[in-house]
T-cell receptor, first 114, second 117 residues
Framework: AQSVTQLGSHVSVSEGALVLLRCNYSSSVPPYLFWYVQYPNQGLQLLLKYTTGATLVKGINGFEAEFKKSETSFHLTKPSAHMSDAAEYFCAVTLYSSASKIIFGSGTRLSIRP | GAVVSQHPSWVICKSGTSVKIECRSLDFQATTMFWYRQFPKQSLMLMATSNEGSKATYEQGVEKDKFLINHASLTLSTLTVTSAHPEDSSFYIC?????????????FGPGTRLTVL
C-alpha cells in the first residue's frame, strides 16, 4: 500500500529564507510523486511532479523537489521565501500515472514572517 | 492549461435536503473525474472515481446511496449529497483527468463549501 508522510504540520520561515517542506513516501513499486499548493478556500494547484527521469524536478513559483529513492523522500524547497508563498502544501503519491488514485499527505501549512 | 470549474462555490442548506454539486472540465474532455472531501485543516480524502458512462467507484466507507455521482458527459460530473446532515458539512473538491502520453495529470476544481444547518 502507498502512503505519504509530511513532517511538520506547520512551518514558519522569514521572508527571503530557505523553504524546506519534508515528504517521505512508502510504495512497493516506483511511485509518481507530486506537490500541490492550496490557498485558502481554493482548490489545489500542481506545483511539480516526478514521474521518471531526472530526479531533481523544477516547478512553478521557484519551487523544486528532489526524488531520493534511497531515502524514500521528495522534499520541496525554495531558495527564498516570498509572502505570497503562504499556503497549505500537500505531498502526494500515486502509481503509474495520475489516472490512478492520488494519496495525499496530511499537509503542511507554510507561514512567512515579514 | 486545463481548467476545471465547480458550481456552486458555496452552499448552505437545511438538514434533510439534497444538494447537487457540478464539476466541469472547461477546455478538455475527461473520461475520469474524482471527488474528494476535505475537513478543516485536514488533507483531501478520495470519495469516489467517476467514469463517464458507467457507475462510479466508491472508496471504502463512503455511502454510495448518500453521495450520488453521475458522469453523464465527457465534461460534466455531478455529486449529489442526499438528505444532508450537519456532519456532511465539508469542502468538496473534484478533479478531472487529462490523458497524456507521459503521465496523465489530474486538474483540480476550486472546491465547493457545503454547510448543512
Amino acid at each position: 500500500a502507498q502512503s505519504v508522510t509530511q513532517l511538520g504540520s506547520h512551518v514558519s520561515v522569514s521572508e527571503g529564507a530557505l523553504v524546506l517542506l519534508r515528504c517521505n513516501y512508502s510504495s512497493s513499486v516506483p511511485p509518481y510523486l507530486f506537490w500541490y499548493v492550496q490557498y485558502p478556500n481554493q482548490g489545489l494547484q500542481l506545483l511539480l511532479k516526478y514521474t521518471t527521469g531526472a530526479t531533481l524536478v523544477k516547478g512553478i513559483n521557484g519551487f523544486e523537489a528532489e526524488f531520493k529513492k534511497s531515502e524514500t523522500s521528495f522534499h520541496l524547497t525554495k531558495p527564498s521565501a516570498h509572502m505570497s508563498d503562504a499556503a497549505e502544501y500537500f505531498c502526494a503519491v500515486t502509481l503509474y500515472s495520475s489516472a490512478s488514485k492520488i494519496i495525499f499527505g496530511s499537509g503542511t501549512r507554510l507561514s512567512i514572517r515579514p | 492549461g486545463a481548467v476545471v470549474s465547480q458550481h456552486p462555490s458555496w452552499v448552505i442548506c437545511k438538514s434533510g435536503t439534497s444538494v447537487k454539486i457540478e464539476c466541469r472540465s472547461l477546455d478538455f474532455q475527461a473520461t475520469t473525474m474524482f471527488w474528494y472531501r476535505q475537513f478543516p485543516k485536514q488533507s483531501l480524502m478520495l470519495m469516489a472515481t467517476s467514469n463517464e458512462g458507467s457507475k462510479a467507484t466508491y472508496e471504502q466507507g463512503v455511502e454510495k446511496d448518500k453521495f450520488l455521482i453521475n458522469h453523464a458527459s465527457l465534461t460534466l460530473s455531478t455529486l449529489t449529497v442526499t438528505s444532508a446532515h450537519p456532519e456532511d458539512s465539508s469542502f468538496y473538491i473534484c478533479s478531472a483527468r487529462v490523458e497524456k502520453k507521459q503521465a496523465d495529470t489530474q486538474y483540480f476544481g476550486p472546491g465547493t463549501r457545503l454547510t448543512v444547518l
